[in-house]
């Protein structure tokens, strides 16, 4: 689960005789992802395509161009089918032949109505000035020009021009028609003057129309025609659609496989009459394709395991394991030798195969949208599993949020065909269950806290911090949230041990183990009563009990708890008395000993780094509690300006659930903060309060449901992503692509 799935680098050699009856089992066992040659030995020369690629390669073109036009897609299966090549062959020069026709014709119709859609715009402005077209043309004396521009500003030009005599304007608003004695270039004229001159409509259009008005009906009875003629292509379409969908999606992945196979030879090292291929598989799956191949070809081809790939920096181990004739590690390095007596493929990264399943894996997602794991990296993806819904379920906190959260991540998962977009919407459901859960604990439907009452009695066991009554919560949530960031903080860091311990553990240890003591010491001597400096008195009350004694005030802790845990804080641990400096405790000197080892190793910039990541990176998880705050602070106010409220003994209640004696004792008190658009008076309003009420209440929660998503999901994406990855992940890692193909629509029995 932390590792990717161990990796084999094998070898097939062989004669080209038997390469096609290789590449078939191979391409049958879907797992060997194949290396390509760099076309580095001296002899061997990349393969050449099988005969029949290119035609295979066009025909699969010719598919999917008709998939398109016909808008196939998965949901248009059939059930599967086995299609051979006579019927492939005539089926789809058919299917090519119709669809084209039909294609071609709509394709003619679309034009024809843009076409008509253009002469009408031309047409209308003519219309609205009212003259019929003929008037415009046949003139030898006459000048004529229709256009848009400002009717005053053209008859003062005109009035000036000195090439005209006479002149005649009839405008709209927006339109005006020129009619200029003697017959000039009007645009000559119109020099200085915004004028934009239209076309004149061609008559013959408009089969003997002489007004425009005949003309732009005569259009739009042809484009009612034009369009009816459409539709019956369009529906035509649609027909074919339903008959050949199944035939076009199984012949796609029949020509798709047959592609594979015939450029396989491609990646491979031949010569004249022997070929090479390399690749990467599962290393418990080894024997399962050697037995594929014998069984396929006998033993005419040698199987070779090269390699088995290490968990270090190169992917592989830098003394590379050799592999004895058992398929077991000898042992021994020095240069591979190919069964032909050459050198192999110049040896590349393995391929990353994540072992995660389950409800771990749509969290895989996650992970790949900064990039996958390197193969020498961790797996981060349990402790995203673990932690993402985990923050962003405290940080919303409500039962109501975390059934539509659940509801959307459900319908993502059900509607969509991308494994990534199912993935995101696994993540959903998870979030929103969490959110559920926290919600149920802290008693809140969409921020009522009606849902106490029904499960806790009227007292749930945590409560967000936001009332008065509560807010030492706030102050428990806000450490919480710096003790979570710690223990995610130093996770990160044990992580980053592990992969450096292929430098050895001594460098592991400087470069992991010396933040690890640093952060560790700093917030233990955090929480620890100190002569250093007087620390907030709520860091040693808010976990304690009633009774105990708060060592930063040294008085008996009667109010402020909020979780009694016990703890009032740890005792310092005194060493040694140094002069000048007083009594040094153990934790003080496990802070000097971290930053003394992050010196080391990183220099003087250790010093800055040592604030910004040892502090700074663990107070950043206290947004974890202002979200939490803001969220709940928004969904009140929702609540509040629709139900009303007032607060009692440091507690806001709902006017609208209230008992009328005790919304009479708030008025009377002035504790009521808002009346609520629910509680007006007067039939009217009453009416006019419950109509916005219910408008403000949807949307208000409909709000905080999207702000949700955008501040507390980006919130906890981002200390995964910055605190947690940024102290061990890179990524980077190479897809696992098997040279095979996962069957849908075809079946070879």
């Given at each position: 689960m932390l590792r990717p799935e161990r990796m084999s680098r094998i070898s097939v050699t062989g004669s080209k005789r038997v390469m096609d009856d290789a590449i078939e089992a191979v391409h049958d066992l879907n797992l060997l992802h194949v290396t390509e040659y760099d076309d580095t030995w001296e002899g061997f020369d990349?393969?050449?395509?099988?005969?029949?690629?290119?035609?295979?390669?066009?025909?699969?073109?010719?598919?999917?161009?008709?998939?398109?036009?016909?808008?196939?897609?998965?949901?248009?299966?059939?059930?599967?089918?086995?299609?051979?090549?006579?019927?492939?062959?005539?089926?789809?020069?058919?299917t090519r032949e119709r669809v084209n026709e039909l294609d071609d014709r709509r394709s003619d119709l679309r034009d024809e109505l843009r076409e008509i859609d253009d002469k009408v715009d031309t047409a209308r402005p003519f219309a609205e000035l009212g003259i019929d077209l003929d008037l415009f043309a046949g003139y030898d004396s006459l000048s004529t020009a229709v256009g848009e521009g400002d009717a005053d500003a053209i008859k003062g030009t005109l009035a000036d021009a000195e090439s005209i005599e006479e002149y005649e304007l009839f405008d709209t608003d927006r339109y005006v028609a020129i009619f200029a004695y003697p017959q000039v270039n009007l645009?000559?004229?119109?020099?200085?003057?915004?004028?934009?001159?239209?076309?004149?409509?061609?008559?013959?259009?408009?089969?003997?129309?002489?007004?425009?008005?005949?003309?732009?009906?005569?259009?739009?009875?042809?484009?009612?025609?034009?369009?009816?003629?459409?539709e019956t292509v369009e529906n035509e379409l649609e027909d074919v659609r339903h008959e050949v969908a199944g035939f076009l999606l199984a012949?796609?992945?029949?020509?798709?496989?047959?592609?594979?196979?015939?450029?396989?030879?491609?990646?491979?090292?031949?010569?004249?009459?022997?070929?090479?291929?390399?690749?990467?598989?599962?290393?418990?799956?080894?024997?399962?394709?050697?037995?594929?191949?014998?069984?396929?070809?006998?033993?005419?081809?040698?199987?070779?395991?090269?390699?088995?790939?290490?968990?270090?920096?190169?992917g592989h181990a830098h003394e590379r394991e050799s592999i004895d004739d058992r398929g077991g590690?000898?042992?021994?390095?020095?240069?591979?030798?190919?069964?032909?007596?050459?050198?192999?493929?110049?040896?590349?990264?393995?391929?990353?195969?994540?072992?995660?399943?389950?409800?771990?894996?749509?969290?895989?997602?996650?992970?790949?949208?900064?990039?996958?794991?390197?193969?020498?990296?961790?797996?981060?993806?349990?402790?995203?599993?673990?932690?993402?819904?985990?923050?962003?379920?405290?940080?919303?906190?409500?039962?109501?949020?975390?059934?539509?959260?659940?509801?959307?991540?459900?319908?993502?998962?059900?509607?969509?065909?991308?494994?990534?977009?199912?993935?995101?919407?696994?993540?959903?459901?998870?979030?929103?269950?969490?959110?559920?859960?926290?919600?149920?604990?802290?008693?809140?439907?969409?921020g009522l806290h009606q849902l106490g009452g029904i499960v806790w009695d009227g007292h749930p066991p945590i409560h967000k911090g936001l009332q008065p009554h509560f807010i030492y919560y706030a102050y428990a949530w806000l450490l919480a949230s710096a003790v979570a960031g710690v223990v995610h903080l130093v996770v990160g860091r044990v992580f980053d041990f592990v992969n450096n311990l292929e430098?050895?553990?001594?460098?592991?240890?400087?470069?992991?183990?010396?933040?690890?003591?640093?952060?560790?010491?700093?917030?233990?001597?955090?929480?620890?009563?100190?002569?250093?400096?007087?620390?907030?008195?709520?860091?040693f009350s808010v976990f304690a009990a009633e009774g105990m004694t708060n060592p930063a005030t040294g008085e008996t802790i009667t109010e402020g708890v909020a979780l009694p845990l016990g703890f009032n804080g740890f005792s310092s641990i005194e060493l040694f008395a140094v002069p000048m400096l007083g009594t040094l405790s153990l934790q003080v000197i496990t802070i000097l000993v971290g930053l003394v080892l992050v010196l080391k190793v990183e220099g003087a910039i250790g010093l800055v780094e040592s604030i910004t990541q040892a502090f700074g990176h663990v107070v950043s998880y206290t947004r974890i509690a202002a979200v939490l705050l803001a969220k709940a602070g928004m969904a009140l106010a929702v609540n509040l300006l629709v139900f009303g409220a007032y607060l009692h003994d440091g507690e806001f209640h709902l006017i609208f659930f209230a008992e009328q004696a005790a919304i009479e004792e708030a008025?009377?008190?002035?504790?009521?903060?808002?009346?609520?658009?629910?509680?007006?008076?007067?039939?009217?309003?009453l009416v006019l309060g419950i109509i916005f009420g219910l408008i403000v209440l949807v949307l208000g929660h409909l709000l905080v449901l999207v702000l949700g998503i955008t501040s507390a999901g980006l919130q906890a994406i981002r200390l995964e992503y910055v605190e947690f990855f940024g102290k061990f992940y890179e990524g980077g890692g190479k897809k696992y692509t098997p040279f095979g193909y996962d069957r849908n629509h075809t079946t070879e029995d």
């Open positions: 990349p393969g050449d395509p099988v005969e029949g690629a290119e035609e295979a390669a066009q025909k699969l073109v010719t598919v999917r161009a008709l998939q398109s036009t016909l808008g196939v897609t998965e949901d248009d299966a059939g059930r599967a089918r086995i299609i051979d090549d006579e019927e492939l062959e005539t089926e789809l020069e058919a645009q000559d004229a119109l020099v200085g003057v915004s004028f934009t001159e239209y076309e004149i409509p061609d008559l013959g259009d408009g089969a003997g129309a002489t007004s425009p008005e005949e003309y732009i009906d005569d259009l739009q009875h042809r484009r009612r025609q034009v369009e009816s003629e459409l012949a796609e992945e029949k020509l798709a496989i047959e592609v594979q196979k015939r450029e396989a030879p491609l990646t491979f090292a031949t010569t004249e009459n022997a070929f090479i291929a390399e690749g990467w598989i599962p290393t418990d799956r080894r024997s399962e394709m050697k037995t594929a191949l014998e069984s396929a070809v006998g033993d005419h081809i040698e199987f070779e395991e090269l390699e088995r790939a290490a968990y270090d920096g190169d590690a000898s042992g021994n390095t020095g240069q591979e030798v190919a069964a032909d007596g050459g050198t192999t493929m110049r040896s590349s990264d393995p391929p990353v195969i994540q072992e995660n399943s389950g409800a771990v894996k749509p969290f895989e997602a996650l992970i790949e949208v900064i990039n996958r794991p390197k193969y020498s990296e961790l797996d981060p993806t349990f402790i995203l599993f673990l932690t993402f819904p985990l923050f962003f379920g405290f940080m919303i906190g409500d039962l109501g949020y975390g059934l539509l959260y659940m509801g959307l991540g459900y319908l993502i998962m059900r509607r969509f065909e991308s494994d990534a977009i199912r993935s995101l919407g696994g993540v959903g459901v998870y979030a929103g269950a969490f959110t559920a859960v926290f919600g149920v604990l802290y008693g809140e439907f969409f430098h050895g553990v001594g460098e592991a240890f400087m470069e992991s183990g010396s933040w690890i003591i640093l952060t560790v010491g700093v917030w233990w001597w955090v929480f620890t009563e100190t002569a250093l400096g007087p620390k907030p008195n709520f860091m008025q009377a008190a002035n504790e009521v903060i808002f009346g609520g658009l629910f509680n007006a008076e007067g039939g009217a309003m």
